[in-house]
């Protein structure tokens, strides 16, 4: 599992096929929880922090601000269905 420092920008990234090939699904939702429980939610097309960088391949840059273990979760409908999900740690700053 990956290990970033407090304050870090995490690029995460997705890619969805179909058959092996690259598709756009017809929703696509990224979801994380940071180590404090707080959940955040963003949908492509409506949330510009979700990128699309070509057929199928999604990418969002999260503000790792708080120390400890981080979840996250893409999720696509529709034309593209699959979902798939992981984990980065981050540790506390320790100078402020």
């Known amino acids: 599992m990956p290990a970033y420092i407090q304050g870090s920008l995490i690029r995460v990234s997705a890619v969805f096929l179909v058959n092996s090939a690259p598709t756009d699904p017809t929703t696509i939702v990224l979801k994380f929880k940071n180590p404090t429980g707080t959940i955040t939610t963003w949908t492509f097309g409506t949330d510009n922090q979700v ?32 979902a798939d999900q992981g984990t980065f740690d981050v540790t506390a700053a320790t100078i402020a």
């Open 51 to 82: 990128v699309k960088e070509s057929l199928g391949t999604y990418r969002a840059d999260i503000n790792a601000n708080v120390g400890g273990t981080w979840l996250f979760r893409w999720e696509g409908t529709g034309a593209a269905q699959a």
